[in-house]
């Protein structure tokens, strides 16, 4: 065994005792049957195939004892791999993706079974059921792990499915805006019903919505994104106590910052809540009146207006909690205010915009670097507040290409060159955010990490090493896109050569 170990490990000690670990019940009422040692001898062969197809076997087989180390009862494990092999698959593909996702089912084991369910049964992941779950967690004695615990099990069903194979780039960021959602309606209910207790009830007809902006607004989420918010409300009159309703609001955001603050893994809390982009910005009230942010972005009446990149901005605005009524009268009606804009004034602020990102961003950033996702991202907003009537309007990046190209404002070639670039820069995102939850992309310097990176993507070393074709010269994976992506990898591409 152990020179079957030296032929696949660089550390084959080190390989042994992970699998002895393996091997091992962590209760010491279940390990006299040695069940678990003897289910896990007849996978082994199984096992070590599977994580030899991933680049660094060692840390694969390391991440995949660190997850595997506080569950309960390991034979039963071992025996669902027996019978169902995808199970065995996904787990290794989970070791193989993500070093945070590995950690985050250590410590909560006791989501493992109900993740499992939901993959073999591809549960879809809905705003409304991670909404129940949540509102369950905060009447529950310990609403912080609780919440945690929820948010640890949505993580790791989108994670590994993605991993694993079984979601595409849309369908991830998709389920992670679902997750985020529910967790933001949750927590505004919350508030909401804990500042009308304090205040005997809530302002007279008061609507409060919650829009989301940047990546949540567009469906098209990341692992570890931050989440940009615009609240709104509407009242016809004071709380009960005299209470005003913008301050009243404010209390009610104020309780929902902290909810979100209290829910904490790590160093930081799963879900960073972002108002900055709030008309007025960090010195303006959190919660603002419909009318008032209307009047900021028309550039009606006294006090600050509006700057084009902050329409920018609102490009992306959905309704994502509270009133969703008021929450799309309000996108409906700032969708208007953000249009008419001089075209050449507006590619003018994109390029500004762009050139002080691109300063402050090192050359291999893939967010913001030079011919990055946000060089596409802009640009979209851009052409989307010039050609698209604000009803027409949408706030993923990809259909809003794609309604751009139908209204004949893209030709053909322009399109398939962002659309396919940016489809494939955003899985290279993916990849790179879900090993660590970075909230910057830096594509790797390093030979074996640009290697491991090439392999997640479905590259292979064949005529050509893998990196080398994940770097644009050998052209994309099958199913990955046309010829968009050398182009759109061209920047990237030349300054890692040049480093290497």
Same mark, same amino acid.
């Given at each position: 065994?152990?020179?079957?170990?030296?032929?696949?490990?660089?550390?084959?000690?080190?390989?042994?005792?992970?699998?002895?670990?393996?091997?091992?019940?962590?209760?010491?009422?279940?390990?006299?049957?040695?069940?678990?040692?003897?289910?896990?001898?007849?996978?082994?062969? =199984?096992?070590?195939?599977?994580?030899?197809?991933?680049?660094?076997?060692?840390?694969?087989?390391?991440?995949?004892?660190?997850?595997?180390?506080?569950?309960?009862?390991?034979?039963?494990?071992? /025996?669902?791999?027996?019978?169902?092999?995808?199970?065995?698959?996904?787990?290794?593909?989970?070791?193989?993706?993500?070093?945070?996702?590995?950690?985050?089912?250590?410590?909560?084991?006791?989501?493992?079974?109900?993740?499992?369910?939901?993959?073999?049964?591809?549960?879809?992941?809905?705003?409304?059921?991670?909404?129940?779950?949540?509102?369950?967690?905060?009447?529950?004695?310990?609403?912080?792990?609780?919440?945690?615990?929820?948010?640890?099990?949505?993580?790791?069903?989108?994670?590994?499915?993605?991993?694993?194979?079984?979601?595409?780039?849309?369908?991830?960021?998709?389920?992670?805006?679902?997750?985020s959602s529910g967790f933001l309606e949750a927590w505004l209910q919350y508030a909401?019903?804990?500042?009308?207790?304090?205040?005997?009830?809530?302002?007279?007809?008061?609507?409060?919505?919650?829009?989301?902006?940047?990546?949540?607004?567009?469906? /098209?989420?990341?692992?570890?994104?931050?989440?940009?918010?615009?609240?709104?409300?509407?009242?016809?009159?004071?709380?009960?106590?005299? =209470?005003?309703?913008?301050?009243?609001? /404010?209390?009610?955001?104020?309780?929902?910052?902290?909810?979100?603050?209290?829910?904490?893994?790590?160093?930081?809390?799963?879900?960073?809540?972002?108002?900055?982009?709030?008309?007025?910005?960090?010195?303006?009230?959190?919660?603002?009146?419909?009318?008032?942010?209307?009047?900021?972005?028309?550039?009606?009446?006294?006090?600050?207006?509006?700057?084009?990149?902050?329409?920018?901005?609102?490009?992306?605005?959905?309704?994502? *909690?509270?009133?969703?009524?008021?929450?799309?009268?309000?996108?409906?009606?700032?969708?208007?205010?953000?249009?008419?804009?001089?075209?050449?004034?507006?590619?003018?602020?994109?390029?500004?915009?762009?050139?002080?990102?691109?300063?402050?961003?090192?050359?291999?950033?893939?967010?913001?670097?030079?011919?990055?996702?946000?060089?596409?991202?802009?640009s979209t907003s851009a052409l989307a507040l010039l050609h698209l009537d604000p009803?027409?309007?949408?706030?993923?990046?990809?259909?809003?290409?794609?309604?751009?190209?139908?209204?004949?404002?893209? /030709?053909?070639?322009?399109?398939?060159?962002?659309?396919?670039?940016?489809?494939?820069?955003?899985?290279?995102?993916?990849?790179?955010?879900?090993?660590?939850?970075?909230?910057?992309?830096?594509?790797?310097?390093?030979?074996?990490?640009?290697?491991?990176?090439?392999?997640?993507?479905?590259?292979?070393?064949?005529?050509?090493?893998?990196?080398?074709?994940?770097?644009?010269r050998a052209g994309p994976p099958p199913g990955a896109g046309g010829p968009a992506?050398?182009?759109?990898? *061209?920047?990237?591409?030349?300054?890692?050569?040049?480093?290497?």
């Amino acid at each position: 065994m152990r020179q079957r170990l030296a032929e696949r490990f660089a550390d084959p000690e080190a390989a042994w005792s992970a699998l002895r670990d393996l091997s091992r019940e962590r209760s010491s009422l279940l390990a006299p049957s040695g069940r678990a040692r003897v289910v896990l001898a007849g996978l082994l062969p =199984t096992l070590l195939e599977a994580i030899g197809r991933h680049t660094d076997p060692d840390r694969v087989l390391s991440n995949l004892r660190a997850a595997l180390e506080h569950l309960g009862a390991k034979a039963t494990v071992y /025996e669902l791999w027996s019978e169902q092999p995808d199970a065995l698959e996904l787990l290794v593909a989970l070791a193989a993706g993500s070093d945070v996702l590995s950690t985050l089912l250590a410590r909560h084991p006791g989501v493992f079974d109900e993740v499992i369910d939901r993959l073999l049964t591809r549960a879809p992941v809905h705003a409304q059921d991670v909404l129940s779950e949540v509102r369950f967690a905060l009447t529950s004695a310990a609403p912080g792990p609780g919440q945690l615990e929820v948010w640890a099990l949505y993580q790791l069903q989108i994670g590994i499915s993605d991993l694993g194979g079984r979601s595409n780039l849309q369908n991830t960021a998709r389920q992670l805006a679902e997750v985020s959602s529910g967790f933001l309606e949750a927590w505004l209910q919350y508030a909401l019903a804990d500042t009308a207790g304090a205040h005997g009830g809530t302002p007279a007809g008061l609507q409060l919505a919650l829009l989301s902006l940047g990546k949540l607004g567009g469906r /098209e989420l990341c692992y570890g994104s931050d989440v940009d918010l615009l609240a709104v409300y509407e009242a016809e009159g004071p709380a009960p106590d005299g =209470t005003a309703p913008q301050v009243f609001c /404010e209390a009610v955001l104020r309780k929902l910052l902290a909810r979100a603050q209290a829910v904490a893994w790590g160093d930081a809390p799963p879900l960073e809540l972002d108002f900055r982009l709030r008309p007025g910005g960090k010195s303006s009230p959190l919660a603002q009146s419909l009318e008032a942010v209307e009047g900021y972005y028309l550039a009606r009446g006294a006090g600050p207006h509006a700057h084009d990149f902050e329409r920018l901005a609102l490009q992306k605005a959905r309704a994502v *909690a509270g009133s969703l009524e008021l929450g799309q009268r309000a996108v409906d009606r700032v969708r208007r205010a953000i249009r008419g804009r001089d075209a050449a004034a507006l590619g003018a602020e994109v390029e500004r915009m762009r050139e002080l990102q691109r300063r402050a961003a090192a050359e291999h950033d893939l967010k913001r670097g030079r011919g990055s996702l946000s060089d596409v991202e802009l640009s979209t907003s851009a052409l989307a507040l010039l050609h698209l009537d604000p009803a027409r309007d949408e706030p993923n990046t990809l259909r809003a290409l794609h309604a751009l190209q139908a209204a004949g404002a893209l /030709e053909a070639g322009a399109y398939l060159a962002l659309s396919t670039g940016y489809a494939f820069l955003r899985r290279v995102e993916l990849r790179l955010r879900v090993q660590r939850f970075d909230a910057r992309p830096l594509l790797p310097l390093g030979h074996a990490k640009r290697r491991q990176l090439a392999h997640s993507l479905g590259y292979q070393d064949a005529a050509v090493p893998a990196e080398e074709a994940f770097l644009g010269r050998a052209g994309p994976p099958p199913g990955a896109g046309g010829p968009a992506l050398r182009g759109d990898l *061209a920047p990237h591409a030349a300054w890692l050569e040049s480093e290497a």
